[in-house]
């Protein structure tokens, strides 16, 4: 069997040991020659370039993603062609506009921040005066890992935003959400077949820097077994109701009240994720795999009390993440680490590491410990 995967990216290269045991053949439609899933690419060339995603997908069984921005113009003509795409257009949609998904949510009747699309200055002052002054502001598409996000207290904050909208001549309106008191972050991770069957992982805790997660604490420290059935019933519930096929991660806010409120979701495996790959009977990127091409999913219980991943964001300066791979494994030979063959920049996740244990201290202090290595 032959998966395609539209997008280079860490995500995708993740995918091929996996494939590799499986006995599965990847092939990905990198952007650029020197991607992070080299290793596995095929073809390089533009994913919105419906004559190059066509001619990629010729000869796979399914084709899937590394990212979620593949226009729907594109993926329709897959469909036409015949090519099972998973997770579909339909579903895809509402991880690439939030004002969509934010709709689609409330029609089911899930949990999540109160929000309004505005289309002005004057909309975003009435959203903010109605929900205490302060207000959570997004573009509907594009964002990801802080961007096209701000904390806003006065709605002069979107001109230029409001602005680019007007220059841009189709319209269209920003996403206002309510400031959340959280506690914490959390994140619920399922699988899911064309067929509907799914799995679910245990509900994480994910720490984030500057807008980027940090680190991840599988399963949440001190998370109540209700709470945990409820971010799994959420999960759940939003990929039946989407029509989520694959992996899907919904990111939580944990109200100080208690409640679980849904903050974005991603259609593909997930950063909050990545410590399924040594710390559960089957990872992410194994059950992804199994669920586009509608196998039968995998057991998704953790193999040890305590997992914990630290990204390496930024990397050594000067230097290639393997170049301290020596110093690393030497100091710390029962944490794994992950390379992603991209180069240091400040900010950028360019690998992690992950250690498991039977004491969560114990296990989080190896794992930046590791993690450190590399800064």
């Not at 045991?21 to 991607?35: K, N, P, Q, T």
């Not at 994480?204 to 680190?215: D, L, N, P, S």
């Not at 909050?272 to 790959?277: A, F, K, L, V, Y």
């Not at 997992?307 to 494994?329: H, I, K, Q």
Request: charged share 25%; with cysteine.
């Amino acid at each position: 069997m032959k998966v395609g995967v539209i997008g280079g990216g860490q995500l995708a290269r993740m995918m091929v040991p996996p494939a590799i045991a499986l006995g599965l053949e990847i092939r990905v439609l990198a952007e650029a020659e020197h991607s992070s899933a080299a290793i596995a690419a095929t073809a390089v060339g533009d994913y919105r370039d419906l004559d190059t995603v066509l001619a990629f997908a010729e000869d796979v069984d399914v084709i899937t993603f590394d990212h979620e921005h593949v226009p729907e113009p594109v993926l329709r003509a897959l469909i036409e062609r015949g090519v099972p795409v998973h997770p579909g257009p339909d579903a895809l949609r509402y991880a690439q506009d939030k004002l969509l998904m934010r709709a689609r949510l409330t029609e089911l009747g899930l949990p999540a921040p109160a929000w309004a699309a505005v289309h002005d200055t004057a909309e975003l002052a009435d959203f903010l005066a109605a929900n205490g002054g302060r207000g959570v502001l997004k573009t509907p598409r594009g964002g990801y890992d802080g961007k096209g996000v701000r904390v806003i207290s006065s709605a002069a904050e979107a001109e230029d935003w409001f602005a680019a909208l007007a220059e841009d001549g189709r319209g269209g309106a920003l996403l206002v959400e309510e400031l959340v008191e959280f506690r914490r972050e959390l994140a619920a991770l399922v699988a899911r077949r064309p067929s509907g069957a799914s799995v679910a992982w245990p509900t994480v805790e994910t720490i984030q820097r500057g807008g980027v997660c940090a680190e991840v604490l599988a399963p949440a420290p001190d998370l109540s077994d209700e709470a945990d059935a409820e971010a799994r019933r959420i999960a759940a519930r939003v990929a039946d109701g989407l029509g989520v096929t694959g992996v899907l991660a919904v990111e939580l806010f944990e109200h100080v009240d208690g409640r679980i409120l849904v903050n974005e979701l991603a259609m593909r495996p997930h950063n909050s994720g990545h410590w399924s790959i040594d710390g559960a009977v089957t990872s992410q990127f194994e059950q992804h795999l199994r669920a586009v091409l509608d196998l039968p999913l995998g057991d998704s219980s953790p193999i040890a009390p305590w997992s914990v991943m630290a990204n390496v964001l930024g990397g050594p300066a000067g230097e290639a993440f393997t170049d301290r791979y020596a110093e690393a494994m030497a100091a710390h030979p029962d944490v794994k680490l992950h390379g992603y063959d991209k180069t240091s920049r400040p900010g950028r996740k360019v690998g992690h590491v992950t250690a498991i244990g039977a004491s969560l201290d114990d296990v989080r202090s190896r794992a930046r410990a590791a993690a450190d290595l590399f800064g």
